[in-house]
């Protein structure tokens, strides 16, 4: 990549940097669920059309595909695609800031807001050097990356890889762990596939004081979610990563009434499909075994979530190799694998993919807080990281 092209898009980045901020601040204080983002959807389509950019909106109803194309391009050209998800969480913010949710519980708790603007940011400096790209770039604003069946599955099955096809693709994520101008990366398997486990155990309600009387779903439940365990210690290969963890027992009884119903949930988690899908069928066998052994009946449901995370090695090491000219090889980390799950992973699926880091960690400002969490927020000069390395891997 030449001098000259990267202190452009340097420069580029700078200009544009409160440009994005307003972006960022406006979505943080519109946030929008999972499914339902039809007011982002507008808002991004505007910025597109102030900056030129042709796209068509309602794409898996409220998703955006926009494409770059410079004058030596031709429409059936392969391209370069760099997708952003636009939705939020059903949490309560906790900010005390001007630009806080205004839709009360629900947050830009997990960086959309970010990923949304940093991509507009990244398309206006893409539109700009149009011309001189050797490859059309796809923007891919995608719904529901926080709820299954994920957003990306429905993008994938509306088209959003063909007409024209994109031959290899991008995205970024927020990461708290990292300060503000560090990214970071993993070539090869990167995040777990996500199943969620949803159990409900019928028994039989009574006093309790004549347990002999009643068949105790408490008790059921609690000897199946500690039988369970031993699907991953005593099941599972200790090769493969897994997890598997209940957060929610209900069982709405007393100090003396064992309550007939018990729901249960929790999520599962490996990278491996054939363990993947051998564990939960003994998820589901244990568990009403258990349940018939006590005279109790139970029901399992599994809702299957995203695969596996794996990125392009090849496609990695080359966005490696421009980050560390770009940034500095003390700026750029190769990350550990974890069990947290991306349903960008169904582009991983068909397509050489690269999912990275940006930096957003400031503690001189506080900004120390994590995804998911109602005071999380970023150091703003994350734009400016986040807009290079997006153009910079179109480059």
């Known amino acids: 990549m030449s001098h000259s092209k990267q202190q452009f898009v340097t420069e580029q980045a700078l200009l544009l940097f409160d440009k994005v901020v307003g972006y960022r601040k406006h979505l943080h204080m519109h946030p929008e669920l999972s499914y339902e983002e039809h007011n982002t959807m507008e808002y991004i389509s505007e910025q597109l059309t102030k900056i030129g950019i042709p796209h068509e909106t309602k794409i898996a109803d409220t998703g955006i595909v926009a494409i770059i194309r410079g004058a030596h391009h031709t429409e059936d050209q392969a391209c370069i695609g760099l997708r952003a998800d636009i939705d939020a969480l059903p949490i309560l913010e906790m900010n005390d800031v001007p630009y806080a949710s205004k839709n009360k519980g629900v947050m830009h708790a997990c960086g959309h807001d970010v990923h949304t603007s940093v991509l507009l940011g ?28 994920g957003g990306a599955s429905l993008m994938i099955k509306a088209g959003c890889l063909k007409n024209p096809e994109v031959k290899e693709m991008y995205a970024l994520h927020v990461f708290p762990d990292l300060p503000v101008g560090q990214v970071g990366t993993k070539e090869g398997l990167y995040m777990a596939s996500c199943d969620e486990v949803y159990i409900d155990i019928i028994g039989k309600s009574g006093h309790g004081a004549t347990p002999h009387e009643t068949i105790d779903s408490i008790l059921v439940g609690a000897e199946i979610i500690t039988s369970l365990q031993q699907i991953v210690s005593r099941k599972c290969d200790p090769k493969i990563p897994c997890v598997l963890n209940f957060g929610h027992f209900e069982g709405l009884g007393t100090t003396n009434v064992v309550p007939e119903k018990v729901h249960i949930k929790g999520t599962f988690r490996t990278m491996n499909e054939e363990w993947r899908a051998a564990a939960l069928k003994q998820i589901v066998k244990q568990t009403e075994l258990i349940a018939e052994a006590h005279g109790a009946k139970a029901m399992v449901e599994i809702s299957k979530g995203y695969p596996f995370l794996e990125n392009d090695v ?33 582009y991983a699926q068909e397509i050489p993919t690269c999912f990275f880091r940006i930096g957003v960690r400031n503690e001189e400002k506080g900004i120390v807080h994590g ?25």
Not at 133 to 147: A, M, R, S, W, Y
Not at 336 to 342: C, D, H, N, S, Y
Not at 379 to 395: F, N, P, R, S, Y
């Open 371 to 395: 995804v998911h969490n109602a005071r999380f927020d970023i150091d703003h000069e994350a734009l400016k990281i986040g807009m290079q390395m997006m153009v910079m891997a179109c480059l």
């Open 122 to 149: 990244a398309a206006e400096i893409l539109f700009q050097m149009k011309d001189e790209l050797e490859d059309p770039v796809k923007l891919i604003f995608q719904p529901g990356e926080e709820k299954n069946p």
């Open 314 to 346: 090849e496609l990695t090491r080359k966005f490696v190799s421009k980050a560390n000219a770009w940034l500095g090889e003390e700026n750029v980390h190769d990350l550990p694998i974890r069990l947290t799950a991306e349903d960008f992973s169904f």
